[in-house]
Nanobody
Framework: QVQLVESGGGLVQAGGSLRLSCAASGTRFRLNAMGWYRQAPGKQRELVAEFTSGGRTNYADSAKGRFTISRDGAANTVYLQMNNLKPEDTALYYC?????????WGQGTQVTVSS
């Protein structure tokens, strides 16, 4: 069973930076499709950034120019560098991966940006 563990969330002032990490375990395979989603209170979960199974990267419009997704493929670890954070970035950030038709989620790490 694939498990995803996020870390790196916290409280930061607007304009600050955070780096999220997600480590996957429970599989011998390289996880090509990995990414980050977020969910703010009262809102739907939304994509922030991802590596697709085809090797592309996708970013939400709100993340472009401020967030960077990177990975250590050998370690099945994905990172999200978030710069120039805004109060509207406040949310629970989830790591996600997909293997065939199976979707796996981490427990989430809270990011709170104060104004």
């Amino acid at each position: 069973q694939v498990q995803l563990v996020e870390s790196g969330g916290g409280l930061v002032q607007a304009g600050g930076s955070l780096r999220l990490s997600c480590a996957a375990s429970g599989t011998r395979f390289r996880l090509n499709a990995m990414g980050w989603y977020r969910q703010a209170p009262g809102k739907q979960r939304e994509l922030v950034a991802e590596f697709t199974s085809g090797g592309r990267t996708n970013y939400a419009d709100s993340a472009k120019g401020r967030f960077t997704i990177s990975r250590d493929g050998a370690a099945n670890t994905v990172y999200l560098q978030m710069n120039n954070l805004k109060p509207e970035d406040t949310a629970l950030y989830y790591c996600h991966t997909q293997i065939l038709i199976g979707h796996y989620w981490g427990q989430g790490t809270q990011v709170t940006v104060s104004s």
